[in-house]
């Protein structure tokens, strides 16, 4: 059973930095590639961040590029999302989430077959 747990949320001013981390658990994640999606209230979930485990390649939505880094640590089993130069509308529920079996590094949630319960993260103007 996977199990993704979020933590590090919380409330910054803009300009400044936060990261969050998904500990994983359940399988040997080598073939996975874990993504971070995030959702503001009203809105639809959309893509952040995702990384192949093996490899660690990376994929980045448009609205983050060069301000959210990815990254994993196979000794631990997490993956974090650094997030720096933050904006207001950055604030949404953060989720982690993790597939298997994809070619690439999809960036569209109906790609990911597990997911956390999220992490707040709110950026205050």
């Known amino acids: 059973q996977v199990q993704l747990v979020e933590s590090g949320g919380g409330l910054v001013q803009a300009g400044g930095s936060l990261r969050v981390s998904c500990a994983a658990s359940?399988?040997?994640?080598?073939?996975?590639?874990m993504g971070w999606f995030r959702q503001a209230p009203g809105k639809e979930r959309e893509s952040v961040a995702a990384i192949r485990w093996r490899g660690g390649s990376t994929a980045y939505a448009d609205s983050v590029k060069g301000r959210f880094t990815i990254s994993r640590d196979s000794a631990k089993n997490t993956v974090d999302l650094q997030m720096n130069s933050l904006k207001p509308e950055d604030t949404a529920v953060y989720y982690c989430a993790a597939t298997s079996g994809r070619i690439g590094i999809p960036l569209t949630s109906n790609a990911y077959d597990y997911w956390g319960r999220g992490t707040q993260v709110t950026v205050s103007s």
């Open positions: 359940g399988r040997t994640f080598s073939s996975y590639v």
